[in-house]
């Protein structure tokens, strides 16, 4: 592109040469005519000089005339020839080197006010294009100071507009990646234009496949599509709670859709802002098989007590052998509500936020011996062996009353789902972090499927076994709250038919 000093240039080059020119012809013309009566003039002053000389000579008349006429007519001509020829050089030359005299004061002078212009043009085209660090030079003697100033201040706004705005646009960015809900947004066409990372790995998609695409085309679940369509067709905010099936699971998401209104009321599309709430559905869903648990749980015994005692109330208490039988069911019932009851208060009181135990030097070996003293008549029931391997001075940071509740549920869990005439296998053992306590079993199992759902409340691997050996099915439920509130670990191997593994570890007290 041409620049604004080139182009003026050449304009006054042009200039100046049509009039240099113009003036060149119009002196071609008149120079000759003056050249000519000038030599004339001269020349017949000459001639008369001439003549009177002549004239004082012996020569006669005619001679004279003769030798007047070839001088007139040979000196004449070729004087007037010589002086036009020298007069056209010299105005040839004068004429380019005034051309050449006018281009070069021309080009200094453009070059000082013109360069300026071209300068301020650059810069205000690089500003056009984004680029807020250009800065136009303040040149007081070209006259354009207060313009490049104005530019420059110009510049320096809109660099810290720049400044500012990407900074805003970071982050809104970093809010939108990083926030725990799900959020994308669709402008009028349907197109997407924004998706942060919790949608593309909620709905398990790629923001390749996703950004800048249809949303009809990017393969969002049907029930989504249609709440989105519903957003598009009432253009008002919406809410509502879907379901998403992926890899077998079931995922619930609380959806809340709005329009997004620009300027005066220019609808620009709408935004989808998505929670998941499959934790909360699920501890809902725990709350009512807790309840429902509970109430059924209770019902059986107190449905027991009152039978019976009515059934005494009404005569049978005549008979000693019946009132005696009765008798120790009602007993059998009451201790079972009895354990009930206290599992749950354990279990309530556990599960509280903030719970925490005493934790004091205790040592593993203790606690084994206490819980086979207190499991030891079943043991004798069913006729199991006891084997333990116990490392000597593993001392552990716990609870010293809640640590023998840990070993003595775990045991007796072993020795429920154990058949008769079977081998328990208990190790203590220590590691650099961890005094480690492992019972071993050769019960009924575990499978795969159920190992995640041993710790909840009134869940049982066997339900008739459980129940029948007076088994609350709370009691895994109260020993993983126990072990994590002594800040320790429990792990579970199992294979059916062949035994259950419980590991606890609880962390050594540190010398």
């Given at each position: 592109?041409?620049?604004?000093?080139?182009?003026?240039?050449?304009?006054?080059?042009?200039?100046?040469?049509?009039?240099?020119?113009?003036?060149?012809?119009?002196?071609?013309?008149?120079?000759?005519?003056?050249?000519?009566?000038?030599?004339?003039?001269?020349?017949?002053?000459?001639?008369?000089?001439?003549?009177?000389?002549?004239?004082?000579?012996?020569?006669?008349?005619?001679?004279?005339?003769?030798?007047?006429?070839?001088?007139?007519?040979?000196?004449?001509?070729?004087?007037?020839?010589?002086?036009?020829?020298?007069?056209?050089?010299?105005?040839?030359?004068?004429?380019?080197?005034?051309?050449?005299?006018?281009?070069?004061?021309?080009?200094?002078?453009?070059?000082?006010?013109?360069?300026?212009?071209?300068?301020?043009?650059?810069?205000?085209?690089?500003?056009?294009?984004?680029?807020?660090?250009?800065?136009?030079?303040?040149?007081?003697?070209?006259?354009?100071?207060?313009?490049?100033?104005?530019?420059?201040?110009?510049?320096?706004?809109?660099?810290?507009?720049?400044?500012?705005?990407?900074?805003?646009?970071?982050?809104?960015?970093?809010?939108?990646?990083?926030?725990?809900?799900?959020?994308?947004?669709?402008?009028?066409?349907?197109?997407?234009?924004?998706?942060?990372?919790?949608?593309?790995?909620?709905?398990?998609?790629?923001?390749?496949?996703?950004?800048?695409?249809?949303?009809?085309?990017?393969?969002?679940?049907h029930n989504m599509e249609a709440f989105i369509d519903k957003l598009f067709l009432t253009e008002s905010s919406n809410r509502e709670q879907?379901?998403?099936?992926?890899?077998?699971?079931?995922?619930?998401?609380?959806?809340?859709?709005?329009?997004?209104?620009?300027?005066?009321?220019?609808?620009?599309?709408?935004?989808?802002?998505?929670?998941?709430?499959?934790?909360?559905?699920?501890?809902?869903?725990?709350?009512?098989?807790?309840?429902?648990?509970?109430?059924?749980?209770?019902?059986?015994?107190?449905?027991?007590?009152?039978?019976?005692?009515?059934?005494?109330?009404?005569?049978?208490?005549?008979?000693?052998?019946?009132?005696?039988?009765?008798?120790?069911?009602?007993?059998?019932?009451?201790?079972?509500?009895?354990?009930?009851?206290?599992?749950?208060?354990?279990?309530?009181?556990?599960?509280?936020?903030?719970?925490?135990?005493?934790?004091?030097?205790?040592?593993?070996?203790?606690?084994?011996?206490?819980?086979?003293?207190?499991?030891?008549?079943?043991?004798?029931?069913?006729?199991?062996?006891?084997?333990?391997?116990?490392?000597?001075?593993?001392?552990?940071?716990?609870?010293?009353?809640?640590?023998?509740?840990?070993?003595?549920?775990?045991?007796?869990?072993?020795?429920?789902?154990?058949?008769?005439?079977?081998?328990?296998?208990?190790?203590?053992?220590?590691?650099?972090?961890?005094?480690?306590?492992?019972?071993?079993?050769?019960?009924?199992?575990?499978?795969?499927?159920?190992?995640?759902?041993?710790?909840?409340?009134?869940?049982?691997?066997?339900?008739?076994?459980?129940?029948?050996?007076?088994?609350?099915?709370?009691?895994?439920?109260?020993?993983?709250?126990?072990?994590?509130?002594?800040?320790?670990?429990?792990?579970?191997?199992?294979?059916?038919?062949?035994?259950?593994?419980?590991?606890?570890?609880?962390?050594?007290?540190?010398?």
């Amino acid at each position: 592109m041409k620049t604004y000093k080139s182009r003026i240039l050449r304009t006054y080059s042009i200039l100046i040469g049509v009039i240099l020119a113009g003036l060149g012809i119009v002196l071609g013309q008149l120079f000759p005519i003056f050249v000519e009566h000038s030599i004339n003039k001269i020349m017949s002053a000459k001639f008369e000089k001439v003549s009177n000389y002549l004239s004082t000579t012996n020569l006669p008349k005619e001679e004279q005339n003769n030798i007047n006429y070839m001088m007139s007519s040979t000196l004449q001509n070729d004087t007037i020839f010589s002086v036009q020829h020298s007069v056209w050089l010299l105005l040839f030359f004068t004429v380019i080197a005034a051309y050449l005299l006018a281009l070069f004061l021309g080009a200094r002078i453009f070059r000082k006010y013109a360069q300026p212009i071209d300068h301020l043009t650059e810069t205000a085209m690089e500003l056009a294009r984004g680029n807020y660090r250009i800065r136009a030079f303040e040149d007081d003697f070209s006259g354009m100071s207060k313009l490049s100033n104005s530019i420059n201040i110009l510049a320096r706004n809109l660099h810290d507009i720049s400044i500012m705005r990407e900074t805003e646009k970071e982050r809104l960015k970093t809010l939108i990646e990083n926030m725990g809900s799900a959020l994308i947004m669709i402008d009028g066409n349907g197109i997407v234009t924004i998706v942060n990372r919790s949608f593309l790995d909620q709905l398990q998609l790629s923001l390749d496949n996703v950004d800048g695409k249809l949303f009809r085309k990017i393969g969002l679940p049907h029930n989504m599509e249609a709440f989105i369509d519903k957003l598009f067709l009432t253009e008002s905010s919406n809410r509502e709670q879907l379901h998403i099936q992926r890899n077998l699971h079931t995922y619930y998401m609380d959806a809340y859709g709005a329009p997004v209104i620009g300027e005066h009321g220019r609808w620009l599309g709408i935004v989808v802002v998505m929670h998941d709430i499959t934790e909360l559905i699920k501890l809902e869903q725990i709350r009512k098989d807790f309840v429902a648990n509970v109430s059924h749980e209770l019902k059986t015994p107190v449905t027991s007590i009152k039978g019976f005692s009515e059934t005494l109330l009404f005569g049978a208490y005549k008979n000693e052998e019946t009132l005696l039988s009765f008798l120790e069911i009602i007993h059998k019932e009451s201790n079972r509500l009895q354990m009930l009851i206290n599992d749950l208060l354990d279990l309530s009181k556990v599960e509280q936020v903030g719970y925490k135990v005493n934790l004091n030097k205790v040592e593993l070996r203790e606690i084994l011996i206490r819980g086979l003293e207190m499991t030891t008549h079943l043991v004798e029931e069913k006729n199991i062996k006891m084997e333990t391997t116990v490392d000597e001075n593993v001392h552990v940071l716990g609870d010293k009353n809640r640590l023998i509740q840990i070993m003595m549920n775990l045991l007796a869990n072993a020795i429920t789902y154990s058949p008769e005439n079977t081998t328990i296998h208990v190790n203590i053992y220590k590691n650099k972090t961890f005094g480690v306590f492992q019972i071993q079993d050769e019960g009924i199992g575990i499978k795969k499927s159920e190992i995640n759902r041993i710790f909840e409340r009134f869940y049982r691997v066997d339900r008739a076994r459980s129940r029948n050996s007076g088994g609350t099915g709370l009691g895994l439920a109260i020993v993983k709250h126990l072990v994590e509130a002594h800040h320790g670990l429990i792990e579970v191997e199992s294979e059916v038919g062949k035994g259950t593994i419980f590991t606890v570890s609880i962390p050594i007290v540190k010398s």
